[in-house]
């Protein structure tokens, strides 16, 4: 079972859409009975593969491997490291939570609705466990398609242009990614698509050639983290988007980006990357101070939401550029924070979107008379989103901030004002929404939560605090293959780790001669 | 032995779950049954634990619990979740659990009216066991936790009538500026965990007290610290420069001070607990344990005391003018937490503690009995609209004098004694000067004044409230009242634990302490010192005359001849708007800070994202629109053009062919 698990894992929901292919159209509870029950067994099965997974192991496990297109040297190549295994087991579980989120969120043309969730999932899986290029980027851009349908059928007025900025934004870097793909791949022989043979022949590219083909990659990535500049699409797409569309979106598709960047960018050009830290950290930082500032101003609740990943997406990039434990490691477990938070916070709007049919702030005010225990989930969900300790959101960035700090403190300093951001653009859209009288009459008698809305909401909670509370269960899995990473980068970098090479505090006597002896470094 | 403390701290959390979850179905009884309850069991096992601690030799009071769980393992950065309990934990311990339990004990009465009681409860249980995590943790981080886990209920019980816009307002402004604060904490724990490569108290005090011995090659192994930002010793400047940011955030000091008196927005033992007793003195708390870094940062040291003694004499004056009587007491607390800050900027870090201590008595009783007045008030809070309280109630008067003794530094009340080790310290300690005595001194005086004034002006002359209200004036119930009893006995023996030599006493308080600043001592600057006590009695006699004219200007102006009160403010009404609309510092942040980054938002989205970058994508795609849409009439669909460019591609093809 263990070789083929990966490969039952991505193409379950496959399954899943034959079966509501033979199911009538107009039979709405079988259709979401298989979506749930095939999504909930992919989560199952992602679970399973966190408990036979090798903690001690840094590469690949569960590895499947057959040759798909051999006249190319294309092959099936499946695995997952500690790296990929979070982003898989979030988006299987945000991949059921959508499908439960949607139960009477969605009445018109289901069937295609679930499918394109289904076909979603598969691609999204797919991206992550693939260990050949080429199976990478078609399922990088097969996941496109539903997402495309998603927003631009089940959207809201604006839908089209949505869609098609999104697309358009995607494809441009999708397409500068090929071209790099396919330049590698020659220039190496052409012979494999295998990630970790083209990672070995990359890493002795020229740095100018480097350069190149990070840049290429890059663009693709960044342009799906959204790096600022490259943002804009996301706030159309999100305010249009369906509300398991956003979740989905917002966490798992950013995801890729920040995961592209782990997995190609970084290991494959690390002469290059070395270059471009700068740069890299720069954009992320203006991203986290922008994304929050135009957050606070927002007058739609989705695209103060979106706004405010665009902050915490730069966290994430600024963890990454800070190359030790700390930043990489923060980094990886804020992408599992992004999507737990976001996806709960899009859940929490939908909600509300269903009963009153309009997401403006300035509609609402005094809503936790009305709807006190929807008001306290989201509360608890921005508290975790601005990073109260205890909570998930703390851990990410206190390890993002504290890693970056001992490589360039600068940035650090700038990215944690994005703390005190934060809980102004929430606290202030806290206020506004759930506080003061009640005003108007539409909100006055507004239904709470049923049980199934809170049985959705409660599995965030508890990732909320358990990560918060104890994210040992998700650091320790993750360390070996990010300790791998490090090792195989730092090799090539002159990147000054601090924890070893710092300068050592030379002793100040008022009474005696400064002396130049440096003593060992205290550990 | 000790190793239970941790149930100290989760106590109160275990009645907050119990309490959130289920608060609703249960019957109000059963809620006070288990918020009071479970805050009375952390008091109890503190007072085991006291006694426990007295047990042993003074060296050896130190009891640490490394590591329950591992929290946070990253690298070589590993938090652990784990407690200590040392003299200065078991007094921040008692009075937080002490306190904490006594101001729940009268919200069971004051609260009795509101819907929301479970609510109140349950966010009450959350903050002290915050609070608890606050003072019991070992390591910095952990610390944090309860810091900001404070901050979060103080947010929450501000804004608990939230239906009041003003009370969401202050919830959220109280949070906001305290981020600010906890953005210069997090700051201060990265510096200190690449410097010292842990965040643990007693790993990073013990390299830092065994790096200034290797720095002066006075013993010990050397210990060498990691210089990351090439600051030398000016490292230990930032760390604690950073960390004194959040002080200022949580114990509202200057600049930071502004959220503290819209707080009083929340219910009045709230005001009590959470912003008079225990969560405004966490900063106080943190500088005192930090106290060995403090003193490797002598310029830090400098700039607490600065800061200390500016909030400490300018909230004074903004207390003089204000009528609401919660007010008057929150600008009182801005300006006692100043005189902890004096005195832990000349290094006097024990008397800090005591101040801390004795004021948690007495303000937390000043709180409740203002509570008491205006429950008797039907919430009235404006002293100019109250009077001749004191036979109508009692019980609230008498203590509320009491308190008011202590805080004015009447000789044997507990306020006294501490104030006094400030005002003495703050002018012989090395670290100080005489222009803080000066300025300390004169807040004293200040402070006597606005109290007698409030006294004055609640309980003396005739009431001035409406007809309906002033039938409707009664003593709170016993649940209430019991309460201010115990605070008053506290309120006048409190200080009695430290008394100083000068006054026959053993100044037992700073003995107890005193491991905890054993290190710092060594550290500090040891200059010469007066002997005898001639000095500190000349002081100690300076203070309390100035005290007492102080009483007598109140008296003449609030009870005897209130005209010239009134004369006085229409003579002076520019310094009294001023002094009344408190220099004007909330308006300046409003529209210095606010107003502009609001203003740059809105540019930021509506200019650079609206017509900047997506001015740029889609002037692209018009770009290659346009340039299709130019392409797209070559197809015609003519047969005869595209013959003629057939043609033209020819002749052009074979001209090319036969000339070259």
Same mark, same amino acid.
């Given at each position: ?165 999104? $697309? +358009? ?8 990614? *090929? !071209? @790099? ?5 020659? &220039? /190496? ?92 950290? $720069? +954009? ?8 929050? *500032? !135009? @957050? ?5 609740? &989705? /695209? ?220 | ?660």
């Amino acid at each position: 079972m263990d070789s083929s698990i990966l490969t039952i894992l991505t193409f379950l929901p496959i399954l899943g859409v034959i079966l509501i292919w033979l199911t009538g159209k107009e039979n709405h509870s079988m259709i979401k009975i298989i979506a749930w029950a095939v999504t909930f067994i992919d989560f199952v099965l992602s679970l399973y593969i966190y408990f036979n997974f090798d903690a001690a192991e840094s590469g690949f496990q569960f590895v499947y491997n057959v040759p798909w297109i051999s006249h190319f040297g294309i092959q099936y190549a499946v695995g997952i490291d500690g790296i990929s295994l979070w982003l898989v087991i979030l988006t299987t579980f945000l991949g059921w939570l959508a499908v439960w989120s949607s139960w009477t969120a969605v009445k018109d043309r289901l069937k295609g609705y679930m499918v394109s969730l289904l076909i979603l999932q598969t691609g999204m899986l797919g991206v992550f466990v693939s260990m050949d290029l080429f199976l990478f980027y078609v399922f990088w851009e097969v996941m496109l398609i539903p997402m495309y349908f998603l927003i631009g059928i089940w959207g809201g007025p604006r839908k089209i242009y949505a869609t098609i900025k999104f $697309v +358009l934004f995607t494809m441009l870097g999708s397409l500068l990614m *090929l !071209v @790099a793909i396919l330049f590698i791949y020659f &220039k /190496s022989g052409g012979t494999t698509f295998s990630i970790l043979e083209l990672t070995r022949f990359c890493v002795t590219l020229p740095v100018s050639t480097q350069m190149w083909l990070f840049a290429a990659f890059g663009l693709a990535f960044a342009i799906k983290v959204p790096m600022f500049p490259f943002h804009t699409w996301l706030p159309d797409a999100h305010v249009q988007a369906p509300t398991a569309g956003s979740v989905i979106l917002a966490g798992v598709l950013l995801k890729m980006g920040t995961y592209g960047f782990l997995r190609f960018c970084i290991p494959m050009f690390p002469q290059a990357f070395e270059q471009f830290i700068p740069a890299i950290s $720069v +954009l992320a930082v203006i991203g986290i101070i922008y994304g929050a *500032l !135009v @957050a606070m101003v927002q007058k739609d609740v &989705k /695209s103060l939401v979106a706004f405010s990943s665009v902050s915490h997406m730069g966290f994430i990039m600024l963890g990454l550029t800070a190359l030790n434990m700390q930043g990489m490691q923060g980094s990886i477990l804020q992408m599992l924070n992004h999507g737990i938070s976001t996806g709960a916070l899009f859940m929490i709007v939908g909600m509300i979107y269903e009963r009153r049919h309009t997401r403006m702030i300035a509609e609402f005010g005094g809503v936790f008379k009305s709807m006190p225990i929807w008001s306290t989930f989201f509360i608890i969900v921005a508290l975790s989103s601005i990073g109260l300790p205890f909570t998930n959101g703390f851990v990410g960035e206190f390890l993002i901030l504290t890693g970056t700090f001992g490589v360039a403190p600068v940035y650090a300093i700038l990215g944690a004002t994005g703390v005190i951001l934060a809980a102004c653009y929430m606290l202030w859209m806290i206020k506004r929404v759930l506080f003061g009288e009640l005003t108007k009459d539409e909100n006055k008698n507004l239904t709470d939560l049923k049980l199934f809305e809170k049985l959705v909401l409660v599995p965030f909670i508890i990732m909320i605090f358990w990560i918060g509370i104890y994210p040992s269960t998700f650091l320790n899995p993750m360390k070996t293959s990010v300790e791998k990473l490090i090792g195989d980068v730092t090799k090539y970098v002159k990147h000054t780790d601090i924890e070893n090479e710092a300068e050592a505090f030379i002793p100040y006597n008022p009474h005696e001669p400064q002396t130049e002896e440096h003593a060992d470094v205290r550990h | 032995m000790l190793d239970y403390i941790w149930l100290i701290v989760v106590m109160p959390l275990l009645g907050f779950l119990i309490n959130g979850l289920f608060g609703k179905k249960f019957p109000r009884a059963m809620v006070s049954l288990i918020a009071c309850g479970t805050v009375l069991v952390s008091f109890i096992m503190s007072v085991i634990a006291l006694f426990e601690l007295l047990q042993l030799d003074p060296h050896h009071r130190y009891h640490e619990i490394y590591s329950l769980f591992k929290w946070i393992p990253s690298g070589a950065l590993n938090v652990e979740i784990g407690f200590l309990f040392d003299p200065l934990s078991a007094v921040m311990a008692l009075v937080v659990s002490g306190v904490g339990f006594l101001i729940h004990v009268y919200s069971i009465g004051y609260m009795s009216h509101d819907k929301d009681y479970s609510r109140f409860f349950t966010y009450m249980n959350l903050f002290t066991g915050s609070m608890l995590l606050l003072v019991l943790a070992n390591n910095f981080l952990l610390l944090f936790v309860g810091w900001e886990g404070v901050g979060l209920c103080s947010y929450l019980l501000i804004g608990f009538w939230y239906t009041r816009q003003s009370a969401a307002n202050a919830g959220m402004k109280a949070f906001i500026v305290n981020r600010i604060g906890d953005f210069g904490f997090l700051l201060g724990m990265m510096l200190i965990f690449w410097t010292f490569g842990s965040l643990n108290f007693h790993e990073v005090f013990n390299s830092a007290f065994g790096f200034f011995h290797s720095m002066h090659g006075t013993g010990g192994e050397e210990v060498v610290l990691k210089d990351v930002l090439g600051l030398g010793m000016g490292t230990f400047t930032l760390i604690t420069i950073f960390l004194f940011i959040g002080a200022t955030g949580k114990s509202a000091q200057i600049p930071l001070y502004v959220w503290l008196p819209d707080a009083m927005e929340g219910p009045t033992p709230v005001s009590a607990l959470i912003h008079a007793a225990t969560m405004v003195t966490a900063g106080v708390y943190m500088v005192a344990r930090c106290n060995v870094l403090y003193l490797l940062a002598p310029d830090t040291l400098m700039l607490v005391a600065i800061i200390g003694a500016a909030t400490a004499f300018f909230a004074a004056t903004m207390g003089v003018a204000q009528n609401d009587i919660k007010r008057v007491l929150a600008y009182s607390t801005v300006s006692q937490l100043g005189y902890m800050f004096l005195a832990c900027g000349v290094a006097a870090f024990g008397a800090g503690i005591f101040h801390l201590m004795t004021h948690a008595f007495f303000k937390a009783l000043l709180f409740l009995a203002a509570g008491s007045v205006i429950h008797g008030m039907s919430e009235i809070q404006d002293m100019r609209r109250m009077g001749g309280l004191k036979s109508k109630m009692p019980a609230t008067f008498i203590t509320m004098l009491l308190a008011t003794l202590a805080i004015s530094g009447i000789p044997l009340f507990s306020g006294f004694f501490s104030k006094d080790e400030i005002l003495w310290k703050s002018f012989s300690s090395d670290y100080g000067g005489i222009v803080f005595w000066i300025i300390g001194l004169v807040t004293a005086g200040i402070t006597a004044f606005y109290m007698f004034r409030l006294i004055y002006l609640t309980f003396y002359g005739k009431n001035r409230a409406p007809e309906d209200v002033q039938h409707n004036i009664h003593e709170s119930p016993k649940s209430m009242t019991v309460p201010l009893m115990i605070l008053a006995f506290l309120a006048v023996v409190g200080g009695w634990v430290g008394i100083p030599p000068a006054l026959g006493g053993g100044a037992w308080f700073e003995h107890f302490l005193h491991p905890v600043f054993a290190q710092g001592e060594e550290i500090m600057a040891h200059g010469h010192h007066p002997e005898g006590f001639t000095m500190e009695y000349i002081l100690m006699a300076a203070s309390v005359v100035l005290v007492l004219i102080s009483i007598f200007v109140a008296y003449t102006l609030y009870r005897k001849k209130p005209e010239i009160a009134a004369n006085l403010r229409e003579k002076f009404s520019g310094l009294h708007k001023v002094v009344y609309n408190k220099y004007f510092v909330d308006e300046f942040y409003q529209g210095a800070v606010v107003k502009p980054l609001v203003g740059l938002s809105f540019f930021l989205w509506k200019v650079f994202d609206v017509v900047v970058i997506d001015g740029l994508a889609n002037g692209l795609a018009y770009m290659i629109k346009s340039f299709s849409s130019g392409g797209r009439k070559i197809q015609t669909g003519f047969l005869r053009n595209y013959l003629l460019i057939f043609v033209l591609g020819v002749v052009v093809f074979l001209a090319y062919v036969v000339l070259r």
